[in-house]
Every structure is written in C-alpha cells, then in structure tokens.
C-alpha cells in the first residue's frame, strides 16, 4: 500500500501515504462503532511521517481511549467523514480509515481487535443474502 491516496466523502480533504501500512486492522470498540456508525471501524495503522493530508480544514474530536490515553479523531468539517485518529498510545503512527482509501484493491485486515465488543450478531456465523446492487424489493 506504498503510494496510497484517499479523500473524504465530498472531496474537500485528500491525502497521501507514502510507506506501507504497519498493520491494519478491523477495530470492534464501542468507540470505533459509535464514531463510524456501524458495527466497526476498518483501520490502517501507518508511520505519521508517511501521512501528507491537505485541502480544507478538518474538525477533531478527542475522548479517552481502551488504553486510558487520550485518542484524537479528525473528520472533514464538510461531510463529516471520518479520516484519521491520531492515539497518544501509539506514539509517532496515526490510524486511517480504510474506507476512504481511493484505491482498496490492494488493503486487507489482518485481524480483529477489541472482539469482546463485537456485535453479538457478528459474533455467530449467520447465512445472509448478498446482493451486488441494491435489491429492488
């Protein structure tokens, strides 16, 4: 994932990664779920110096991660899309989201962490329908 670009939902803020990721993970917290509004958060943990972000100004929200340490998250203040956190744990590495990576075709997790979290519903193998549109009734 050397070289990788992304931007938020409307466009406003774009990025670039210029290492590749140290791992990247599915993150099941309450945390996670609530600031992405789903049942996780898909993450790309990178060295902070490989993050080059610019165009318009981003919002941060900051609150107390797992770790007792504080966690920084920084969205677009346009669309409201989530982009990175910045957690004082992991000092000198940022989290992107993988979600607004421009190109996914080479990203894949490597794991799940904090599954005492996870969704019960995720928790069980179910058999769910899948649709590759959305279906029309």
Same mark, same amino acid.
Request: charged share 15%; proline share 4%.
């Given at each position: 994932m050397t070289n990788s670009t992304g931007q938020c939902l409307c466009g406003s803020i774009k990025y670039s990664i210029s290492k590749p990721a140290i791992r990247s993970t599915v993150c099941h917290c309450l945390?996670?779920?609530? %600031?992405? +509004? *789903? &049942?996780? *958060? !898909?993450? !790309?943990?990178?060295? &902070?110096? &490989?993050?080059?972000?610019? #165009?318009?100004?981003?919002?941060? =929200?900051?609150? !107390? +991660? +797992? *770790? +007792?340490? %504080?966690?920084?998250? =920084?969205?677009?203040?346009?669309? #409201?899309?989530?982009?990175?956190?910045?957690p004082d744990a992991l000092s000198g590495l940022i989290i992107v989201k993988a979600g607004t990576l421009d190109d996914t075709s080479e990203f894949s997790p490597v794991a799940n962490i904090w599954c005492d979290s996870k969704m019960e519903w995720l928790k069980h193998e179910h058999q769910m329908l899948d649709f590759e549109k959305m279906p029309s009734s």
């Open positions: 945390s996670c779920q609530k %600031s992405s +509004g *789903s &049942a996780f *958060s !898909i993450n !790309i943990c990178i060295p &902070a110096e &490989a993050f080059n972000i610019s #165009g318009d100004t981003l919002k941060r =929200y900051t609150s !107390i +991660g +797992g *770790s +007792g340490k %504080s966690l920084h998250r =920084y969205f677009c203040h346009t669309c #409201g899309a989530p982009i990175y956190s910045k």
